[in-house]
T-cell receptor, first 114, second 109 residues
Framework: EAQVTQNPRYLITVTGKKLTVTCSQNMNHEYMSWYRQDPGLGLRQIYYSMNVEVTDKGDVPEGYKVSRKEKRNFPLILESPSPNQTSLYFC?????????????FGPGTRLLVL | RKEVEQDPGPFNVPEGATVAFNCTYSNSASQSFFWYRQDCRKEPKLLMSVYSSGNEDGRFTAQLNRASQYISLLIRDSKLSDSATYLCVVNYNTDKLIFGTGTRLQVFP
């Protein structure tokens, strides 16, 4: 089954404790992206990647890191989480170059930073 | 249960077909409802709001059923350019906007 998976789905942590949210897709998509969803603000893009070893900042990259060592994986790293990073995070993927293709979303990761 | 649930699809339909998506929400206090469209590698864009009496915008019709807590989007005469992910969005109060994870539509020639 074609899908985007995220882990963990729920996470409670404390300020300053490094964490990683994994994202994996099994569709050989070149493009992957991370979004955060906050009340009243909708979905905002954090980082995206056009292919392996190619990453770029989105609208709200501060406080986050990403890496794209393999095509299927695009982990989101919070080196020193803060309470303002409490949010719902979505990973997404789609192929590059096919205008008729649509975007796949992961199920979401709900993060609470105390 | 998720706050907003959508069938992820994909819905694969030929040009000219009519296709309908449903979305269910869990909080009966929800106040307003929207459909967004997201294209690959782009930010979501508001497609249309959903009103209690139902509303239409060209080939798109949105409906709300408060009793059953679902909203729907109907697309008539599908075009290739309608291929996208459609996001159901529910607003509980003035500062809480909840997005579903989207329903993918693929229109083929």
């Amino acid at each position: 089954e074609a899908q985007v998976t995220q882990n963990p789905r729920y996470l409670i942590t404390v300020t300053g404790k490094k964490l990683t949210v994994t994202c994996s897709q099994n569709m050989n998509h070149e493009y992957m992206s991370w979004y955060r969803q906050d009340p009243g603000l909708g979905l905002r893009q954090i980082y995206y990647s056009m292919n392996v070893e190619v990453t770029d900042k989105g609208d709200v990259p501060e406080g986050y890191k990403v890496s794209r060592k393999e095509k299927r994986n695009f982990p989101l790293i919070l080196e020193s989480p803060s309470p303002n990073q409490t949010s719902l995070y979505f990973c997404a993927s789609c192929p590059v170059g096919d205008p008729q293709e649509t975007q796949y979303f992961g199920p979401g990761t709900r993060l609470l930073v105390l | 249960r998720k706050e907003v649930e959508q069938d992820p699809g994909p819905f694969n339909v030929p040009e000219g077909a009519t296709v309908a998506f449903n979305c269910t929400y869990s909080n009966s206090a929800s106040q307003s409802f929207f459909w967004y469209r997201q294209d690959c590698r782009k930010e979501p864009k508001l497609l249309m709001s959903v009103y209690s009496s139902g509303n239409e915008d060209g080939r798109f019709t949105a409906q709300l059923n408060r009793a059953s807590q679902y909203i729907s989007l109907l697309i008539r005469d599908s075009k290739l350019s309608d291929s996208a992910t459609y996001l159901c969005v529910v607003n509980y109060n003035t500062d809480k906007l909840i997005f579903g994870t989207g329903t993918r539509l693929q229109v083929f020639p």
